[in-house]
């Protein structure tokens, strides 16, 4: 999670549901600690220690593992079924495919699979088309796939692609954060994407282990950290966060790290990346989800992402994705539609 902690938005959203199924939520959750931070119109973030707590109650109230947010309830204990029919597997690619079926089987995302393209891999978690279900029962599905798989072959999974299948919130700066990744919304599915190596990982966990994360549950899937562990994935954080029409130099990044530039550069050589690189995937990730938005022009895109002049943000796009951007967004329009 962030290191301020977990988003209040994602606990309001699931404290709500449950007033609205008649529980007396406050009650449940008296401690004067705890109910003021949720509930303050300045608070943004609580801490993972409250997020645990408040997690736990919710699940008591609601008798529900996604807090009746869901295509249909999912029993207390289902998530430990799940895990340990994973935990025997061989692999990774083994536990993924028995995470979607089980997935599909238990939770009411009857339409969930595994993906394997190439040097590609992308896990699905989609229900029925005339199924609701609630931003927040997909968001805590999609932490899930990715938190857990990693913890059981003890290797951070970081993600290539991210996918929600619903507009983009007013808070969804929050998602890096949390998966690291800015997603794209208004998919056809949500999905999580990396690269399919990790496929090969052996599941190095063992029973006595899960036991013990199941007893600890909600606490390490929410301290968890996949990502931002690395120099790269610390710089890409720090130009995310940052004004876009005017990106940082590595100079200014290096010194939002405490370390001086040349040591940056070095760690990045390391990890097989440089500086230029993150900076051009991230420009790349922010264009892509734009055109599939379309909610700006094209020269409106090219002036938000710092560009001299909307020619020079074309032949970067053309470049990074391999066709122009009115040709991108057309195709993706019609891929939408169909």
Same mark, same amino acid.
Request: hydrophobic residues 40%.
């Given at each position: 999670?962030?290191?301020?902690?977990?988003?209040?938005?994602?606990?309001?959203?699931?404290?709500?549901?449950?007033e !609205? +199924?008649?529980?007396?939520?406050r009650?449940?959750?008296?401690?004067?600690?705890?109910?003021?931070a949720?509930?303050?119109p300045?608070?943004? &973030?609580?801490?993972?220690?409250? !997020?645990?707590?408040?997690m736990? *109650?919710?699940?008591?109230?609601?008798?529900d593992e996604?807090? $009746?947010l869901?295509?249909?309830p999912v029993?207390?204990?289902?998530?430990?079924?799940?895990?340990l029919?994973?935990?025997?597997?061989?692999?990774?690619r083994?536990?993924?495919?028995?995470?979607?079926?089980?997935?599909?089987?238990?939770?009411? /995302? #009857?339409r969930?699979?595994?993906v394997?393209?190439?040097s590609?891999?992308?896990? %699905?978690?989609?229900? %029925?088309?005339? *199924?609701?279900?609630?931003?927040?029962a !997909?968001?805590?599905?999609? =932490?899930?796939? &990715?938190?857990?798989? +990693?913890?059981? *072959?003890?290797?951070?999974?970081?993600?290539?692609?991210?996918?929600?299948?619903?507009?983009?919130?007013?808070?969804?700066?929050? /998602?890096?954060?949390?998966?690291? $990744?800015?997603?794209?919304? @208004?998919?056809?599915? =949500?999905?999580i994407?990396? @690269?399919?190596?990790?496929? =090969?990982?052996?599941?190095?966990?063992?029973?006595?282990?899960?036991? &013990? /994360?199941?007893?600890?549950?909600?606490?390490?899937?929410?301290?968890?950290?996949d /990502?931002?562990?690395t120099?790269?994935?610390?710089?890409?954080?720090?130009?995310?966060?940052?004004?876009?029409?005017?990106?940082a130099?590595?100079?200014?990044v290096?010194?939002?790290?405490?370390i001086?530039?040349?040591h940056?550069r070095?760690?990045?050589?390391?990890?097989?990346? #440089?500086?230029?690189?993150?900076r051009?995937?991230?420009?790349? @990730?922010? +264009?892509?989800?734009?055109?599939q938005r379309?909610?700006?022009?094209?020269?409106?895109?090219?002036?938000?992402?710092?560009?001299?002049?909307?020619?020079?943000?074309?032949?970067?796009f053309?470049?990074w994705?391999?066709?122009?951007?009115?040709?991108y967004?057309?195709?993706?329009?019609? #891929?939408?539609?169909?």
């Amino acid at each position: 999670m962030s290191t301020n902690g977990v988003a209040v938005q994602f606990l309001r959203a699931a404290i709500a549901s449950t007033e !609205t +199924a008649g529980i007396d939520v406050r009650r449940a959750l008296r401690d004067p600690s705890l109910w003021p931070a949720l509930t303050r119109p300045n608070a943004s &973030h609580v801490s993972c220690e409250q !997020t645990i707590r408040v997690m736990r *109650v919710l699940w008591r109230l609601t008798g529900d593992e996604l807090l $009746r947010l869901g295509p249909r309830p999912v029993p207390p204990g289902t998530f430990r079924m799940i895990s340990l029919g994973l935990i025997h597997a061989p692999d990774l690619r083994t536990a993924l495919g028995r995470l979607v079926e089980f997935a599909s089987i238990t939770t009411g /995302y #009857t339409r969930s699979r595994l993906v394997v393209d190439g040097s590609g891999c992308r896990i %699905e978690i989609a229900a %029925e088309p005339a *199924v609701e279900v609630r931003p927040l029962a !997909t968001e805590i599905m999609l =932490a899930l796939v &990715h938190r857990f798989p +990693a913890w059981l *072959v003890a290797q951070r999974i970081p993600i290539s692609g991210l996918e929600l299948p619903f507009p983009e919130p007013h808070y969804s700066a929050e /998602y890096a954060p949390i998966f690291g $990744r800015t997603p794209s919304f @208004d998919a056809p599915v =949500a999905s999580i994407s990396f @690269d399919a190596r990790h496929l =090969a990982a052996p599941v190095v966990r063992e029973e006595r282990e899960l036991l &013990h /994360y199941l007893r600890r549950s909600p606490t390490d899937l929410i301290h968890q950290r996949d /990502y931002g562990t690395t120099t790269a994935d610390r710089v890409r954080n720090v130009l995310e966060r940052g004004d876009m029409s005017n990106w940082a130099r590595a100079d200014d990044v290096a010194a939002r790290l405490s370390i001086s530039a040349q040591h940056m550069r070095r760690l990045l050589r390391q990890e097989g990346t #440089t500086f230029h690189e993150i900076r051009e995937e991230l420009l790349r @990730d922010i +264009a892509v989800a734009s055109l599939q938005r379309g909610r700006e022009s094209i020269d409106e895109i090219s002036h938000r992402l710092g560009f001299s002049e909307p020619s020079a943000f074309r032949r970067a796009f053309t470049r990074w994705v391999g066709s122009p951007p009115g040709e991108y967004r057309d195709r993706h329009a019609l #891929t939408v539609r169909g």
